[in-house]
């Protein structure tokens, strides 16, 4: 089992970026696969982002595609999210998820663990 604590939200103007962090805690990882997922008010939670166990893959929903970059640190336990040119649309509570069967995924059933959201508010 995997607990999952995310930080680095706040409040930015259109244009500015943010980096989230999402600090793991255990030994093993290194195990899962990890993704962003985020959610507005009244709509559905939707992907963002995944990554492969040793970072080195990624995949990424078309809404961010080219403004956001997710990279893990195995050493510190850590998924981060940065979230470049952002745009009000972009408002939302933002998690991190741990899973072990696949990164390359937009499905939020895929994943077996979240943290508790963190959020993320863009003004224009």
């Known amino acids: 089992q995997v607990q999952l604590v995310e930080s680095g939200g706040g409040l930015v103007q259109a244009g500015g970026s943010l980096r989230l962090s999402c600090a793991a805690s255990?030994?093993?990882?290194?195990?899962?696969?990890m993704g962003w997922f985020r959610q507005a008010p009244g709509k559905e939670r939707d992907f963002v982002a995944g990554?492969?166990?040793?970072?080195?893959?990624?995949y990424y929903a078309d809404s961010v595609k080219g403004r956001f970059t997710i990279s893990r640190d195995n050493a510190k336990n850590t998924v981060y999210l940065q979230m470049n040119s952002l745009k009000p649309e972009d408002t939302a509570v933002y998690y991190c998820a741990a899973g072990t069967r696949t990164w390359r995924t937009s499905s939020a059933d895929e994943y077996d663990y979240w943290g508790q959201g963190t959020q993320v508010t863009v003004s224009s």
């Open positions: 255990g030994r093993t990882f290194s195990r899962y696969v």
């Open positions: 990554i492969s166990w040793t970072g080195d893959s990624a």
